[in-house]
């Protein structure tokens, strides 16, 4: 299965991680977002799904780290989030 984490100032972050609901919200949209971007994205040769890390170190500085099981899955992951 696809997995999608979030890493927001060095802590890995859920959604009960947030202390207001406009934060939670927008980490929401921004996990659904990435989730419908990349949902086909599949590795036919090893049948692995990407691992996408999430970080910053706020909501609105983060960056999308990708990591895979081989070059191909990683680039046509990140080809899906451009
Ligand atoms: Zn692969």
Do not use: W
């Amino acid at each position: 299965m696809l997995d999608i984490s979030f890493q927001i100032n060095g802590k890995s972050t859920n959604a009960s991680s947030f202390q207001n609901e406009l934060e939670s919200a927008v980490y929401e949209e921004i996990k659904e977002s990435i989730k419908q971007s990349v949902r086909l994205v599949h590795c036919s040769v090893h049948h692995e799904y990407p691992k996408i890390i999430v970080k910053g170190k706020d909501l609105n500085s983060l960056s999308i780290e990708v990591n895979g099981c081989c070059d191909t899955l990683i680039e046509s992951t990140l080809a899906k989030l451009q």
